[in-house]
């Protein structure tokens, strides 16, 4: 995902289809539709090591939640995060190569229709990635769209925040992706994957996990066809 391309697309929906959001003001068009998105929901672990029960995710490997400012190579308050975000974030865990936390969500009702007409919705999925200084350990996103017979019509992921991408600082990083959602599609799934490079605590940091849909209308300055080109090139 090319930045320059997220902040004009982001810039084209708030000129053309956030604008008809008080004739569509309904919460499902624009709110996030994950469980427990930030980490907030649950216990931290009191000091990283311990892996924690995660409300709202599937969790495998040592998955876990630790709080901003735990003593230890976790990222401070101080540290490069978002400004939303909150006091826990999820971490890879102690001793894992891999871990993951999972979360499926049955598309609201209210949005079939929307989702099947002539001009659909697009989504856009966003979250925040990082980990830790110099160590290479690192967080990927997937997400799956899924039809009413659980068949894949879509799929896409946020890549991992790279150590140069992070100038070796303990930080979380804003990534996003977006693309239109298929007709048909009733279910979508997100996998978080935290896999550890260095080191034996798995050292990869994600927070404030995001999927929202959005309507496409044609609004008076909503140009589809400009939409749909945006798309094709990306
Ligand atoms: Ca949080
Ligand atoms: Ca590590």
New binding site residues.
């Given amino acids: 995902m090319k930045r320059k391309s997220a902040v004009f697309f982001v810039s084209l929906c708030a000129a053309c289809c956030f604008a008809i959001t008080p004739a569509r003001g309904n919460w499902f068009f624009y709110q996030n539709l994950l469980n427990n998105p930030g980490a907030e929901d649950g216990l931290a672990s009191p000091d990283g090591m311990t892996i924690v029960f995660i409300p709202g995710w599937t969790a495998t490997g040592a998955a876990t939640v630790v709080a901003y400012g735990t003593p230890g190579?976790f990222p401070a308050v101080t540290d490069p995060i978002p400004h939303d975000a909150g006091e826990q974030f999820f971490a890879g865990g102690p001793d894992a190569t891999v871990s993951t936390i999972f979360q499926a969500i049955d598309v609201p009702s209210e949005l079939w229709q929307f989702i099947d007409s002539s001009l659909g919705m697009i989504y856009i999925m966003n979250a925040y990635l990082g980990g830790?200084g110099s160590?290479a350990?690192f967080v990927s996103i997937a997400l799956s769209l899924k039809n009413a017979s659980g068949d894949a019509v879509e799929t896409n992921a946020i890549a991992p925040v790279t150590v140069a991408d992070r100038d070796s600082l303990t930080a979380l990083l804003p990534r996003l992706v977006h693309g239109f959602v298929p007709k048909g599609t009733r279910r979508m799934e997100v996998t978080v994957v935290f896999t550890?490079?260095?080191?034996?605590?798995?050292?990869a940091y994600v927070d404030n996990v995001e999927v929202r849909f959005h309507p496409l209308d044609n609004a008076p300055g909503c140009s589809w066809g400009k939409l749909k080109a945006l798309f094709k090139n990306r």
């Fill in positions: 190579d830790f160590d350990d550890r490079v260095d080191g034996s605590y798995n050292n």
